[in-house]
């Protein structure tokens, strides 16, 4: 298989410091490393203590994991807009997520991931042609208990894979379909995914007498308030009560299998909150519904083992379980059991997905399967119920999907201007001053029709050196960025057009 590695150069990262690389040409010099202290930033409650425990790492490799999940998301998405059909995937590596791995299909493609902080992979197909493969594949050879439970987009490897406890039979399945062996690869395994049925997030409620399943996300349709959960739980009609037992609502509607997602329509007597439950008595606040990278990592909430973490290890898998197969679901290295199906999966501050099944438990360990978030919110034309103050990873606002047009609240700094062509102009018009270490975000807004980019410098010796940027293709950019304190300022450029624009910020 064809692969070429180019590694970025000046990107620096230890255990305690974080370190952005990556400044446009038209913006400055290579921005040099800006050590960052992770104690500065505050994590939700109880996602420390449980990465510490699933993850093996320490408290401070725990708090840099996170911080470099949150600043190389922003990174990732910016180069898969920019790469377009030639993006090949991109999936964080290392202990603390240190390293930002993009592939492409065009090795002139890879000066550009680099110069963004990024190590750049060449690989022959894109990620597109996989998705177009596993298509086939689940179309000409449906998944069996034995011989392909599980199949999935295996970006890293430029494949995709299909685990089957009869390695030969798959094999023949696949080669009588006239499918391309080189691509799509049996792997042996032992995994035998079964669905977590028993019958704020993660929080159980019930259906009927014995089934019990746990809440996953709250959500709006219109004024009628309810929450999100795993389809295997109950069909359209069924009644639930709450984990007091107390009439709580009713399935609006349910899909499984092929999907394994539904919505709950809750009474008065219930207010669903942007939370979700962590398992020791706290919350974790929901600010969006950013899906994070492979290789990220994520927590997942039930009703039965509480609050565990793993990786995100692949997306686009299809399951097939004894009562049916699903497709589109995301692989993860998390565990779960009986009863937590349905549940919430969250990175940091992100919704991810519900609880669909899977293989193991929390004793000796597991992999479990989440149906994407955003996928049952367009399905169904749900609003997630988000917090719009608690937005530290630098992702979208409250709403239903992420669109092309992003929403900015939640801001307390507003800056107001028009850029003509080629124009470029600093907000403040000075600078400002962070006397403490933490988040740098900000939100920009401007026309249709025009492309604004977005870059945050830091005062360092005797000049302004960028160290973040956002350059999307249109005017609406969004910049995290973990500094020291010190004196900053925005750059506001025009790469092309005329527009007025809004700038909303916040500092430590």
Same mark, same amino acid.
């Given at each position: 298989?064809?692969?070429?590695?180019?590694?970025?150069?000046?990107?620096?990262?230890?255990?305690?410091?974080?370190?952005?690389?990556?400044?446009?040409?038209?913006?400055?010099?290579?921005? &040099?490393?800006?050590? #960052?202290?992770?104690?500065?930033? &505050?994590?939700?409650?109880?996602?420390?203590?449980?990465?510490?425990?699933?993850?093996?790492?320490?408290?401070?490799?725990?708090?840099? $994991?996170?911080?470099?999940?949150?600043?190389?998301? !922003?990174?990732?998405?910016?180069?898969?807009?920019?790469?377009?059909?030639?993006?090949?995937?991109?999936?964080?590596?290392?202990?603390?997520?240190?390293?930002?791995?993009?592939?492409? +299909?065009?090795?002139?493609?890879?000066?550009?991931?680099?110069?963004?902080?990024?190590?750049?992979?060449?690989?022959?197909?894109?990620?597109?042609?996989?998705?177009?493969?596993?298509?086939?594949?689940?179309?000409?050879?449906?998944?069996?208990?034995?011989?392909?439970?599980?199949? %999935?987009?295996?970006? *890293?490897?430029?494949?995709?894979?299909?685990?089957?406890?009869?390695?030969?039979?798959?094999?023949?399945?696949?080669?009588?379909?006239?499918?391309?062996?080189?691509?799509?690869?049996?792997?042996?395994?032992?995994? $035998?995914?079964?669905?977590?049925?028993?019958?704020?997030?993660?929080?159980?409620?019930?259906?009927? #007498?014995?089934?019990?399943?746990?809440?996953?996300?709250?959500?709006? $349709? @219109?004024?009628?308030?309810?929450?999100?959960?795993?389809?295997?739980?109950?069909?359209?009609?069924?009644?639930?009560?709450?984990?007091?037992?107390?009439?709580?609502?009713?399935?609006?509607?349910?899909?499984?299998?092929?999907?394994? =997602?539904?919505?709950?329509?809750?009474?008065?007597?219930?207010?669903?909150?942007?939370?979700?439950?962590?398992?020791?008595?706290?919350?974790?606040?929901?600010?969006?519904?950013?899906?994070?990278?492979?290789?990220?990592?994520?927590?997942?909430? !039930?009703?039965?083992?509480?609050?565990?973490?793993?990786?995100?290890?692949?997306?686009?898998?299809?399951?097939? %379980?004894?009562? @049916? +197969?699903?497709? @589109?679901?995301?692989?993860?290295?998390?565990?779960?059991?009986?009863?937590?199906?349905?549940?919430?999966?969250?990175?940091?501050?992100?919704?991810?997905?519900?609880?669909?099944?899977?293989?193991?438990?929390? /004793?000796?360990?597991? #992999?479990?399967?989440?149906?994407?978030?955003?996928?049952?919110?367009?399905? =169904?034309?749900?609003?997630?119920?988000?917090d719009s103050t608690a937005g530290s990873s630098g992702d979208i606002s409250p709403g239903t999907v992420p669109s092309g047009r992003q929403v900015c609240t939640g801001y307390p700094k507003v800056y107001t201007g028009t850029l003509n062509n080629?124009?470029?102009?600093?907000?403040?018009?000075? =600078?400002? *001053?962070?006397?403490?270490?933490?988040?740098?975000?900000?939100?920009?807004?401007? !026309?249709?029709?025009?492309?604004?980019?977005?870059?945050?410098?830091?005062?360092?010796?005797?000049?302004?050196? /960028?160290?973040?940027?956002?350059?999307?293709?249109?005017?609406?950019?969004?910049?995290?960025?973990? !500094?020291?304190?010190?004196?900053?300022?925005?750059?506001?450029?025009? #790469?092309?057009?005329?527009?007025?624009?809004?700038?909303?910020?916040?500092?430590?």
């Amino acid at each position: 298989m064809f692969r070429r590695h180019a590694v970025a150069t000046g990107c620096v990262l230890a255990v305690t410091a974080l370190t952005l690389t990556g400044v446009p040409a038209a913006a400055g010099p290579r921005v &040099k490393s800006v050590p #960052v202290t992770v104690s500065a930033w &505050k994590p939700p409650s109880g996602m420390l203590e449980a990465l510490q425990r699933d993850l093996e790492l320490t408290r401070e490799q725990a708090q840099a $994991r996170l911080l470099n999940e949150a600043r190389l998301t !922003g990174v990732a998405a910016e180069l898969r807009a920019r790469l377009g059909d030639r993006f090949g995937g991109s999936w964080l590596m290392g202990t603390i997520a240190q390293t930002l791995v993009v592939a492409t +299909t065009d090795e002139a493609d890879i000066p550009h991931i680099i110069a963004a902080g990024a190590r750049a992979e060449v690989v022959r197909r894109s990620l597109a042609e996989l998705d177009r493969h596993i298509d086939g594949l689940n179309q000409s050879v449906p998944g069996t208990r034995n011989d392909g439970s599980v199949r %999935y987009v295996d970006a *890293r490897n430029n494949r995709v894979v299909v685990l089957s406890s009869e390695p030969l039979v798959a094999e023949d399945r696949i080669e009588a379909a006239g499918l391309d062996t080189d691509v799509v690869k049996v792997v042996p395994s032992t995994e $035998r995914p079964r669905l977590f049925t028993d019958v704020q997030g993660g929080d159980a409620y019930y259906v009927g #007498v014995a089934s019990r399943c746990s809440v996953g996300f709250s959500v709006m $349709r @219109g004024t009628q308030a309810g929450f999100v959960s795993a389809g295997h739980c109950g069909k359209a009609g069924d009644a639930t009560t709450g984990f007091n037992r107390v009439p709580q609502g009713v399935f609006r509607a349910s899909s499984f299998p092929e999907n394994d =997602y539904a919505w709950v329509a809750v009474n008065s007597g219930w207010t669903p909150r942007p939370v979700v439950s962590n398992g020791i008595g706290g919350a974790v606040p929901v600010a969006g519904s950013r899906p994070a990278l492979e290789g990220a990592s994520v927590c997942r909430s !039930g009703s039965t083992t509480d609050w565990h973490c793993g990786l995100i290890r692949q997306r686009d898998a299809s399951v097939t %379980y004894p009562q @049916g +197969t699903i497709h @589109g679901l995301t692989r993860t290295s998390a565990c779960a059991e009986p009863g937590d199906s349905g549940g919430s999966f969250i990175s940091v501050d992100q919704a991810q997905g519900v609880t669909s099944g899977g293989s193991g438990d929390c /004793t000796t360990g597991g #992999v479990t399967y989440f149906q994407p978030i955003n996928e049952i919110l367009t399905a =169904y034309g749900l609003t997630l119920l988000a917090d719009s103050t608690a937005g530290s990873s630098g992702d979208i606002s409250p709403g239903t999907v992420p669109s092309g047009r992003q929403v900015c609240t939640g801001y307390p700094k507003v800056y107001t201007g028009t850029l003509n062509n080629a124009q470029s102009v600093s907000q403040p018009s000075r =600078y400002y *001053r962070s006397a403490a270490a933490g988040m740098h975000s900000a939100c920009l807004d401007g !026309g249709d029709g025009v492309d604004f980019d977005l870059y945050l410098q830091r005062w360092q010796r005797s000049s302004w050196v /960028t160290v973040a940027g956002s350059e999307g293709a249109g005017s609406d950019e969004r910049i995290s960025y973990v !500094g020291p304190p010190g004196f900053y300022r925005y750059r506001v450029v025009s #790469v092309s057009g005329s527009s007025p624009y809004t700038l909303k910020a916040k500092a430590p």
